[in-house]
């Protein structure tokens, strides 16, 4: 599967950001999700998963009742909703994807995107 995010770009503190996945090139329904971060001179980080039907949701504690992750399988698309957000957002955004048990982990994902700047700045 192939997947490339948008959506990306510079916001205020405070602001909001919709990120979108577009997966092709396999059955999107087969691969359980996740959207990573990685900040400069940093480790790529969890943020949230989304099962293959979207039925379970899990979040970093960090973003957890700002973001919202989601997906429509007829679209090949899934996405984050990222509200309130704060300069610490900062990085680039992975959308990432596994057919197998999903996890927390980047190892836990086979297939990556080329990422998305996110900048939370005034």
């Known amino acids: 599967v192939q997947l490339v995010e948008s959506g990306g770009g510079l916001v205020q503190p405070g602001g909001s950001l919709r990120l979108s996945c577009a997966a092709s090139?396999?059955?999107?329904?087969?691969?359980?999700m996740g959207w990573f971060r990685q900040a400069p001179g940093k480790e790529r980080d969890f943020v949230a998963t989304?099962?293959?039907?979207?039925?379970?949701?899990y979040y970093a504690d960090s973003v957890k009742g700002r973001f919202t992750i989601s997906r429509e399988n007829a679209k090949n698309t899934m996405y984050l909703q990222m509200n309130s957000l704060k300069p610490e957002d900062t990085a680039v955004y992975f959308c990432?994807?596994?057919?197998?048990?999903?996890?927390?982990?980047?190892?836990?994902?086979?297939?990556w995107g080329q990422g998305t700047q996110v900048t939370v700045s005034s």
């Open positions: 990432a994807a596994v057919a197998s048990d999903n996890g927390f982990r980047s190892l836990d994902y086979d297939y």
């Open positions: 090139g396999s059955t999107f329904s087969r691969y359980n």
């Open positions: 989304i099962s293959r039907l979207g039925i379970r949701t």
